[in-house]
């Protein structure tokens, strides 16, 4: 069954281009390195960084959440590392959702390790979970719902990453 729409693309399309004009404006200048999430994160990154006119390099951090594909542990394995060092770089952390903050959390620790000049944070979508999450996420484009969302990159058991908009499975 196609899960029941509740974003449209054309809703996020307009979204992804304020938040572009957004980032642009506060992001200091300098050399900047866009990482993705994957796999989460392709769709809305490729769009975002578009619509983002400044230079840039892109790079991609993958992950995989131990335990419940459902419930974040907080606790990530890198399965795929940055091909490059963000060392004096701006970064800016491109996730899809953020639940209760805390692989954002583990992935900010692990970015500022490796000294770069700064780092902000944007998501998708951000639960309502988040606001007493151990992060504050700097560009978010839509508050999500109570619900498990997919769609425009997020899965449900790896389904539903292609489709346009945002939506949720019925159950
Ligand atoms: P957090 O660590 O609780 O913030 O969870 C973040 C991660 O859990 C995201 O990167 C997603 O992969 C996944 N996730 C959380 N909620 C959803 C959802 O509603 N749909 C799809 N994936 C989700
Ligand atoms: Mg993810």
Do not use: W
């Not at 974003?7 to 300098?30: C, F, N, Q, W, Y």
């Not at 692989?103 to 000294?115: F, V």
């Amino acid at each position: 069954m196609l899960p029941r729409e509740l974003i449209s693309a054309a809703a996020i399309a307009t979204r992804v281009g304020a938040l572009a004009r957004e980032i642009d404006h506060k992001l200091p200048p300098g050399p900047l390195t866009v990482v993705g999430v994957l796999r989460g994160a392709f769709i809305f990154m490729s769009d975002l960084v578009r619509a983002i006119p400044r230079e840039m390099t892109c790079d991609f951090l993958g992950v995989r959440s131990y335990g419940d594909a459902t419930v974040s542990s907080g606790v990530v394995e890198i399965t795929s590392d940055l091909s490059a060092p963000i060392a004096g770089r701006h970064v800016l952390l491109v996730e899809d959702i953020a639940d209760t903050g805390l692989t954002l959390r583990y992935l900010l620790d692990l970015l500022h390790a490796r000294g770069p000049a700064s780092v902000h944070t944007c998501v998708l979508l951000a639960k309502s979970t988040l606001e007493e999450g151990p992060v504050k996420v700097d560009f978010v484009g839509f508050e999500a719902p109570d619900a498990f969302v997919v769609g425009y990159g997020l899965d449900a058991a790896q389904l539903y990453r292609n489709l346009p908009f945002v939506g949720v499975v019925e159950k």
